[in-house]
């Protein structure tokens, strides 16, 4: 699966789109971008995921750039419940295992 | 969460006792994970079922150990054999890249 980096952390301001980008230059042809989440002291939420075309969702919406070598992850009215952690993740469409590798993400802290 | 239930969501152990995490999901989902969360970090995969009856080491299975008699539940057994067992736990069901949590058990051993 290949590696991502994001922004170790980010502000937003309540009610303002929250935009967070993600590399990944080495993607694959047959890798999808995913996006969870994890609140503290919570279990990670599956947010979104797409593998060329943006894709749009009650949650979210993700932008993958035309190449496929980074993508954002949009929050259209970001509120305090969307303070978390956000974590892009890269990964073929069959995996022998099926896990999920979750680096460092980007916090994102959305203030009033 | 929603139809992914662990038990207990605190737990406390002293050194050297084996403690049995719960998992139990009505999701119907084949596949079954349990991850390990330290803080600050991401997560590590423990073990994982992809059907009934199976399951197979993930990257950190040292010190822990699993069954999968039913669809609908996985427990997780974390022994004495386990160096470093206090953490986050959390279990996950779902196919390929989607999927969902339970709420997590944080396990402290003293």
């Known amino acids: 699966d290949a590696k991502t980096t994001q922004p170790t952390s980010m502000d937003c301001a309540e009610g303002r789109a929250a935009n967070l980008p993600c590399n990944h230059s080495?993607?694959?042809?047959?890798?999808?971008v995913y996006w969870y989440r994890q609140i503290h002291s919570q279990g990670p939420q599956y947010i979104i995921h797409?593998?060329?075309n943006n894709e749009t969702n009650e949650m979210a919406s993700l932008i993958i750039t035309e190449d496929r070598k980074s993508s954002t992850l949009i929050l259209p009215h970001a509120t305090l419940r969307d303070t978390a952690v956000y974590y892009c993740?890269?990964?073929?469409?069959?995996?022998?295992?099926?896990?999920?590798?979750f680096g460092q993400g980007t916090t994102l802290q959305v203030k009033p | 969460d929603g139809g992914i239930t662990q038990s207990p969501k605190y737990l406390f152990r002293k050194e050297g006792q084996n403690v049995t995490l719960s998992c139990e999901q009505n999701?119907?989902?084949?596949?079954m994970y349990w991850y390990r969360q330290d803080p600050g970090q991401g997560l590590r995969l423990i073990y994982y079922?992809?059907?009934?009856?199976?399951?197979q080491k993930g990257d950190i299975a040292e010190g822990y150990s699993v069954s999968r008699e039913k669809k609908e539940s996985f427990p997780l057994t974390v022994t004495s054999a386990q160096k470093n067992p206090t953490a986050f736990y959390l279990c996950?069901?779902?196919?390929?890249?989607?999927?969902?949590f339970g709420p997590g058990t944080r396990l402290t051993v003293t």
């Open positions: 996950a069901v779902g196919r390929e890249g989607e999927q969902y």
């Open positions: 999701l119907n989902h084949d596949a």
């Open positions: 797409g593998l060329k």
């Open positions: 080495t993607i694959s042809g047959n890798e999808y």
């Open positions: 993740i890269v990964r073929g469409a069959a995996s022998n295992t099926g896990k999920l590798i």
């Open positions: 079922s992809q059907i009934v009856n199976d399951f």
